[in-house]
């Protein structure tokens, strides 16, 4: 059963050494982060998942230990989810996960055993309820830690430059994840989020899967900001 879940931004700029002389723009971001991954630890979980957008080739589970690196963003930097040695047959982590990675590492998570998943940004809202559902089934304690981002196109500068329906979208997202409403989440439009680049909408609705509609846990909005004229939010459900 579902325990926890924070939801927090992917972009490997979360990272200090990764955004450089920017790293103080995402301050607010981080100790939002570390906030919520407090939440996490305090809910006592017996297994944590990290769920982020992954490309093809690292879509699917990722053991603890997988790891990951920054240097196709320029910095020599490793990490791994969670401690000890990956199995020989481990994939390296996609960037959401490295950057969950990061932040786990950087609150010095020891609360339960890690694990990873890497969904497909186009997968279905049907496929992404019922993974969520199968990550949560049974008596176990399960938390989630939600990596992606919302739509990359608020501003003339966003890297999707701006579209008009951006804010409104992003708006609705916020305001489900903030309030851990599962039925909107699985009510966010699938094209729309793709033609806006939402990369988080099916790691989201993995979440809301993973809650049910009956779910009893309950949403904090921690942070909720576009700084690069992109979606990114922090939330808590405890």
């Known amino acids: 059963m579902l325990v926890a879940a924070a939801t927090c931004p992917s972009p490997p700029l979360l990272v200090p050494e990764v955004a450089g002389g920017a790293?103080?723009?995402m301050d607010a971001a981080r100790a939002a982060c570390d906030e919520a991954l407090g939440a996490l630890a305090e809910a006592r979980p017996d297994r944590l998942v990290v769920v982020g957008p992954a490309e093809q080739s690292a879509r699917g589970t990722h053991p603890q230990g997988a790891r990951g690196s920054f240097r196709g963003f320029g910095v020599d930097m490793e990490v791994s989810l969670g401690k000890g040695e990956p199995p020989a047959d481990a994939r390296p982590l996609p960037s959401s996960l490295a950057v969950g990675a990061w932040l786990l590492d950087r609150e010095g998570w020891t609360a339960a055993p890690v694990e990873g998943l890497g969904v497909g940004e186009p997968l279905s809202r049907v496929r992404c309820e019922e993974t969520g559902r199968q990550l949560a089934a049974g008596t176990e304690r399960v938390a989630l830690l939600v990596m992606g981002d919302g739509t990359n196109c608020r501003t003339v500068k966003a890297p999707g430059y701006f579209?008009?329906?951006?804010?409104?979208?992003?708006?609705?997202?916020?305001?489900?994840l903030g309030t851990a409403d599962a039925d909107a989440?699985?009510?966010?439009d699938e094209e729309l989020a793709y033609e806006l680049n939402a990369a988080g909408r099916s790691c989201w609705q993995v979440l809301a899967g993973a809650a049910g509609g009956g779910s009893a846990l309950?949403?904090?909005l921690l942070y909720d900001e576009a700084p690069y004229g992109?979606?990114?939010?922090v939330t808590s459900w405890t």
């Open 23 to 25: 790293a103080h723009e």
């Open 163 to 176: 579209d008009e329906r951006a804010t409104a979208f992003d708006a609705e997202a916020a305001r489900a």
């Open 185 to 188: 989440l699985l009510a966010l």
């Open 218 to 220: 309950r949403g904090r």
């Open 230 to 233: 992109v979606g990114y939010f």
